[in-house]
């Protein structure tokens, strides 16, 4: 065999590690194994981690060509503003023009979206450094949405999510703007987080100009705080009073959503009276209305002395939903008072207009400094009282601003009131014998006590908490 075999031989054994036993046979001389027989291998240790050292300065070239767009090959016009882009950056981050990769010229209408949209957008693709101001950043999720950018709008949706930047105030400011866009999930969101902020934004124009279904959604929400139900009711009022003759069709809707049965009787009955004024006494003249208002006086009524088992029964029977807000305690609010406090006013459309000039004329941030209901801070005065052994009466409303490390069992030094913890509703868990005062007639329900009840087969003692005021 001459040399040339021979070397193409080896060669073949080197990547055929079979073919050895071939060379032994056609060779005179024996062939010593391979690098593969005696275990090498084509391969370089710590290869992951020497390709992670990798330079970025060619990603930076690759950045300043990209934010070059003179050298653009698509070109995009934008009512009389003309951009050039580049191709690969608009496949890459827009689904549009991926489907459609061979456009050179692209061109839209300012009325849909706008050239400065349209300049944000590009250079938030080309560039990692580019931040979206607040102010435009409905026109560029809007650009976004046409050009099919899912990338920019998963982050611009993850920003909005956050509660810790969008909530209360700003949240409905965002709201506001997304309603001018065909934002229907981000409106939703938006809404869904006014919650203590709701009695100062009834008192602006905004919420006068809400529409139907917005009010109707921001009412019916769980996420609304306010000191009592009937604030929610006069704040319908107020809306329907504004342009009467066209929203007169839409009182039964409204006032679906309220909470009635949540209502303090003495409201109830203010209402049963006729109330006080024109703008109210036209909304609770409507038969739909007045049924309303009848159920949930006798449901408040009955519940005071209904056996816990007997009030899903009575709540179907009289068809009233029951589900308490999240209350929440201004002391501020002149007519926040427990009913048998001797600052206890009674609640009119009259004086809620009086809180809504305060709140009106009060800090832009007068929301924050409301208080859970049930908080220690909340206080009441109220005349001192002899509580018998069954029957403990607990707090309300209007606040001493007093320290929440001050004793609550000491007298004022102007007048013979204590404070005592302001507490809401919690759910019964058993019969009770009576839930009214003594000294209190048992014809005029009385919803704003609490009482202990001590059972015959324990010692125990349960607190039962009906309503607040």
Known sequence: MDSDNLLCLQHRATNDPGCAQKICRNSKKSVPKTLYEMGYRNSIPNWKNAMTHRNCEHFEELQKVFRDSSNGDVEVKVGNCTFKCHRLILRAYSNYFNAHPTVSNFEISDDVISPIAFRVL??????????????????????????????LMEFCWKIFSNEAYFCEDVAFMVYLEARSYDFPELKEVMLTRVRKFYLQLTCTAEFLFLTAEELKLLIFSNYIEVNMESEVFLSVVRWLDHCWEERSAFLVPL????????????????????????????????????????????????????????????????????????????????????????????????????????????????????????????????KKKQYNSDNETICCSKSILSETTSDTSTKSTSDDYTTTVFMYETPRTTTSRNYLTSGRSSSYPNSYYTSTQQTSNSASTERHVIHPY
């Not at 250079?123 to 976004?144: F, H, L, P, Q, Y």
């Open 122 to 151: 590009y250079d938030w693709m080309t560039d990692n450094s580019v931040r979206i101001n607040c102010d435009g950043v409905m026109e560029v999720i809007k650009a976004a949405i046409y050009f099919e950018v899912p990338l």
């Open 255 to 382: 006032m679906q959503c309220i909470r009635f049965s949540t209502m303090p009787a003495s409201f109830l009955l203010y209402l049963t009276r006729g109330a006080d004024c024109e703008e109210v006494r036209r909304v609770i003249e409507n038969n739909e209305v007045i049924t309303m208002i009848k159920h949930a006086l006798e449901f408040v009524s009955a519940k005071i002395s209904c056996p816990i088992r007997e009030l899903p029964a009575l709540l179907a029977h009289l068809n009233v939903p029951y589900k308490p807000r999240n209350w929440i305690f201004d002391p501020r609010c002149s007519y926040h008072h427990r009913n048998d406090c001797n600052k206890m006013e009674e609640l009119t459309y009259y004086k809620y207009l009086c809180y809504l000039q305060y709140l009106q004329n009060a800090s832009p941030n007068h929301w924050s400094t409301l208080i859970p209901a049930n908080d220690l801070k909340a206080r009441c005065c109220y």
